[in-house]
C-alpha cells in the first residue's frame, strides 16, 4: 500500500509519529510538507483510491491556522485520510474534531484517526523522549488495525472527539529571539513556516506573523535562538499539573 504522508511538524515530533504510522501500514510513502512556503499545495491532488495519512500538532488544542490553510488546498478527491493530532503531554482539545473538518472540506474521507504525544516543541520537559519504545509498539499497533480496516473495505467515519464551535484559538505564544551567538546564516529564515524572519537580517523578525512553533530554535545550527528563560519557566510550572501524568496515545475507528 501507498500512503500520502501530509505533515506539518516544526520541530519534528509530528514528523516521528507520522512515519512510525506509516511504515507500519505501507511499504511506499509519498511526502507533502506543509511547512514549506514554496509548495503550490493547489497542485497536490489526490484519488479515490488512495490513502492519505495526515499529522498536526496541537496548539493549544487547535490546528495550527497555516496547516489548516494549506491542508484545505489539497484536492483529496475522495481519498481515504488516517488523521493524527500530537501534543506535548497535555491535552489535544478540540484538534482531531477540527483536522476532521478541514480534511473533509478539502474532499478526503476520514476513517481513523489518532492522537499521540510527542516531546511538548516549548517546555521540552514535558513529554520528553516521547514518542519512546512503548509509544511506538502502541502506534504499530493501531496501524495494523487501521489497514484491517482498509483492507476490509470500511470506510465509516469514526467518531472523532471534540467541541463544535471549537476552543478559541490562542494568541502567539513565546517569541524565540537571536542571542548574541548568531552569525546570521540565514537557516532559521529559510525554514520558517510562515516568513516571519527576515532573510536579510536574520535577527529581526515579525513577532506578528510568529506562530510560536520553535522551528527557527530546532534547526539553528549555532543554538543561536530561545525564547526567555524567565518566560519559560513560568509556563513550565503552569503547566506542571496538566502535564505531569503521562499520557496515552488513543486510536477512534
Known amino acids: 500500500m501507498k500512503i500520502h504522508e501530509i ?6 515530533g509530528t514528523r516521528r509519529v507520522a512515519e512510525i504510522l506509516s511504515q507500519a501500514l505501507a ?8 511547512t514549506a512556503r514554496d509548495v503550490d499545495f493547489r497542485s497536490v491532488k489526490l484519488a479515490d483510491g488512495d490513502v492519505a495519512l495526515i499529522a498536526v500538532p496541537s496548539y493549544s488544542g487547535r490546528v495550527p491556522a497555516v496547516a489548516a490553510t494549506r491542508l484545505e ?4 478527491n475522495g481519498a481515504r485520510a488516517i488523521l493524527v493530532c500530537v501534543y506535548g503531554n497535555r491535552a489535544y482539545e478540540d484538534t482531531l474534531a477540527e483536522l476532521r473538518d478541514t480534511a473533509t472540506r478539502a474532499g478526503f474521507r476520514v476513517v481513523a484517526a489518532v492522537a499521540a504525544v510527542a516531546e511538548h516543541s516549548i517546555v521540552r520537559q514535558y513529554g520528553a523522549g516521547r514518542p519512546d519504545a512503548a509509544d511506538e509498539a502502541l502506534l504499530r499497533n493501531f ?5 484491517r480496516k482498509i483492507d476490509d473495505a470500511d470506510d465509516s467515519e469514526p467518531k472523532i472527539p471534540g467541541h463544535r464551535p471549537y476552543r478559541k484559538a490562542a494568541g502567539t505564544g513565546l517569541i524565540p ?12 529564515a529559510a525554514k ?12 529581526r523578525m515579525d513577532k ?8 527557527c530554535v530546532a534547526v539553528c545550527p549555532h543554538k543561536a535562538r530561545r525564547v526567555n528563560g524567565l ?19 488513543e486510536v477512534y475507528l
Open 192 to 203: 520558517c513556516p510562515v516568513g516571519a524572519i527576515d532573510p536579510a537580517a536574520p535577527t
Open 143 to 147: 496501524a495494523v488495525r487501521i489497514r
Open 27 to 34: 511499504n511506499e510513502i509519498v511526502p507533502v510538507d506543509l
Open 231 to 249: 518566560l519559560l519557566a513560568l509556563v513550565g510550572r503552569l503547566l506542571k499539573k496538566a502535564c505531569s501524568e503521562r499520557k496515552s496515545c
Open 73 to 76: 488546498m489539497l484536492c483529496g
Open 7 to 12: 505533515c506539518f511538524s516544526p520541530t519534528g
Open 208 to 215: 506578528k506573523v510568529c506562530i510560536s512553533c520553535m522551528r
Open 177 to 188: 529571539k537571536a542571542t548574541r551567538s548568531c552569525v546570521q546564516c540565514g537557516v532559521c
